[in-house]
């Protein structure tokens, strides 16, 4: 049930705009930008005016002389050009509300077009320590797959690990010159293969013939030798235990752990296809695909290098191919940042080339760097990369920093403190990543991004649990929650930014942009803030009106634990706070 205070006047609209025989495509209200005067408004006379050359101020007044019959207006006026704005009555908006509060969904409906959608987030690397960069798509990926599946589609998350390219020949290759073969492998820690990893970058920068025999051995693993797979799958499944360890903290979570490396034979079956279809060609021994020179020259995909290895642009396209074959896709979507445009352009061109996926719609979407104060990438204060588990730990610090020690509350040891630290330190990192616009790059507030006031995560984690507190007490004082009255203009103000909740949900899902709801939670929080202080809920005047506050305050922390929860964010029973703060 999509409970929209809209729908109601949206269908009267309809009817009055058919009863003047207007056409009906203009019937309908947005939220007024004008709060002081209206509830809703209405363009549709001005867009009419100009089809039909006729005076908007008089297809306004027309339509608002009808609309005045209705029993759910408390004022209709024709405003300006010909706005018309509509304030509604408390009643009406009152009983949406208890409906809202009544309804398991909270008032929001679900997509008229349930699909299945693929998402592609993450994207971490074997032997490489997971950047800002990694997390931006992990976060933004989790909240994505959370909408979606509210909204009722059928979503299957992968994380697309990084594990055939180049840089596992490169590994293989530095073992064995610091080792002289590969035995000690399977001994070898997560530390100490990231470190393998490092100084062969070092060392394929420098030296041709490194860079040489690490594609030659990327070709023999990807070839089927034995000797490197079994050293490769140790490589492997030590970094996914890291890596699942890293997004275990952040409750970034996948359905699938496929691989490159799981395209492989689809591979072979894409460079097939390519060469029956003519659309491939050998150039300098590697077998290459062009794309069209319209109006951006791209240059073209290798799909099989010189020596026989399949690279990343084959592995993506070939993915494709198992997704639409074996998943039963509808939809694919990614999460990288912006460097990786050119190359998602390139393999949507070739899948379209190939008509491997033709009923599949394939989108990258693509997000802007994390930057630090001075505008350049977000690096440790000395200067390092930034990866997660630093960044978990710095958030973590600045949050203990407004909790209490261990056990200088009652029932809350080490274990508890521990808890709550985590839970609002991941908070604080997610939201202060999900409050910008996807596209946007930002800058990583140091100072403030853990804070429990301003536009935080905490601070909508503090907003939930002061509800709960009172709800709390309410409870055990007797009162329950009952029907809601609408008097002061502060309960008026709360009820009508509840009634948004479906369409902030339904934008979010349709733009896949978790900032909508970021915004919404946060609005909220403040609008809850302005009634919690003007209108007393426990010595309310009368208990009927107790009762009625107490119903909005349940749905509104109802709706801000849901909102938290579709970005990926957990919501803790209790909020603790340091003396001094
Ligand atoms: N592993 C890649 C990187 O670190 C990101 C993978 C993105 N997903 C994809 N299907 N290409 O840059």
Not at 302 to 331: C, M, N, P, W
Request: glycine share 6%; hydrophobic share 40%; proline share 3%.
């Amino acid at each position: 049930m999509n409970l929209l205070l809209e729908n109601k006047i949206n269908s009267e609209l309809c009817n009055i705009f058919q009863k003047l025989e207007l056409d009906d495509k203009f019937a309908f209200v947005k939220v007024s930008d004008r709060a002081d005067l209206s509830d809703f408004q209405c363009n549709g006379a001005l867009a009419l005016a100009k089809i039909m050359h006729k005076n908007p101020r008089e297809i306004g007044t027309a339509i608002a002389a009808e609309l005045e019959k209705c029993d759910f207006c408390e004022s209709i006026s024709v405003d300006g050009p010909g706005f018309i704005n509509i304030k509604l009555k408390n009643d009406f908006i009152a009983q949406n509300t208890d409906a809202m509060a009544d309804d398991a969904r909270l008032g929001c409906g679900i997509t008229e077009n349930p699909h299945k959608v693929i998402l592609d987030y993450g994207g971490p690397n074997v032997a490489k320590t997971m950047h800002v960069g990694h997390l931006r798509s992990g976060v933004i990926g989790e909240s994505v797959s959370r909408i979606e599946r509210f909204v009722g589609n059928d979503v299957t998350c992968d994380v697309h690990l990084g594990d055939w390219g180049t840089p596992m020949g490169m590994i293989l290759s530095e073992i064995i010159l610091q080792d002289g073969n590969l035995d000690k492998v399977s001994s070898y820690d997560i530390a100490q293969i990231t470190e393998f990893y490092k100084q062969a970058n070092i060392r394929c920068k420098e030296d041709d013939n490194a860079r040489e025999n690490a594609r030659r051995i990327t070709a023999k693993l990807q070839g089927g030798d034995e000797q490197y797979r079994r050293a490769w799958e140790h490589l492997r499944n030590e970094s996914i235990k890291a890596i699942k360890a890293n997004y275990e903290q952040l409750d970034v979570n996948f359905d699938l752990w496929w691989g490159e490396s799981d395209a492989h034979e689809a591979c072979g079956e894409i460079v097939k296809i390519a060469q029956a279809k003519g659309i491939s060609e050998v150039d300098a021994g590697a077998q290459i695909i062009r794309l069209a020179e319209s109006n951006k020259p791209k240059p073209p995909v290798i799909i099989v290098k010189s020596d026989g290895a399949f690279g990343y642009q084959l592995t993506d396209i070939a993915t494709i191919k198992l997704r639409a074959d074996d998943l039963h896709a509808d939809e694919i979507v990614y999460f990288t940042d912006n460097r990786q445009s050119l190359h998602f352009e390139q393999i949507f061109e070739v899948v379209q080339k190939l008509g491997i996926a033709p009923d599949v719609k394939l989108q990258h979407i693509m997000f802007g760097t994390v930057n630090g104060a001075d505008g350049k990438p977000f690096k440790t204060r000395d200067g390092g990369v930034m990866d997660l588990e630093t960044l978990i730990e710095m958030s973590k610090d600045k949050v203990r920093q407004s909790l209490p020690k261990p056990d200088e509350v009652e029932g809350y040891g080490a274990d508890e403190i521990n808890k709550l630290t985590q839970q609002i330190a991941v908070a604080a990192i997610k939201f202060q990543d999900l409050k910008n616009t996807i596209a946007s790059g930002y800058v990583f507030e140091l100072d403030d991004f853990a804070k429990f006031e301003g536009k935080t995560g905490p601070y909508i984690q503090y907003a939930v649990a002061r509800i709960n507190s009172v709800l709390r007490k309410a409870d055990a004082n007797g009162l329950q929650t009952g029907k809601i009255i609408l008097e002061a203009p502060e309960e008026r103000a709360l009820a009508l930014k509840l009634a948004q909740v479906h369409n902030v949900v339904m934008r979010a899902h349709t733009d896949k942009e978790p900032s909508i709801i970021a915004e919404y939670t946060h609005s909220l929080a403040q609008v809850f803030s302005t009634f919690y202080n003007a209108c007393p809920m426990m010595s309310a005047a009368t208990p009927e009106l107790a009762f009625s506050r107490l119903k909005l305050a349940k749905l509104t922390r109802d709706i801000l634990k849901l909102m938290l929860y579709l970005l990926g964010i957990e919501a803790p029973e209790i909020m603790l706070k340091a003396e001094n703060k």
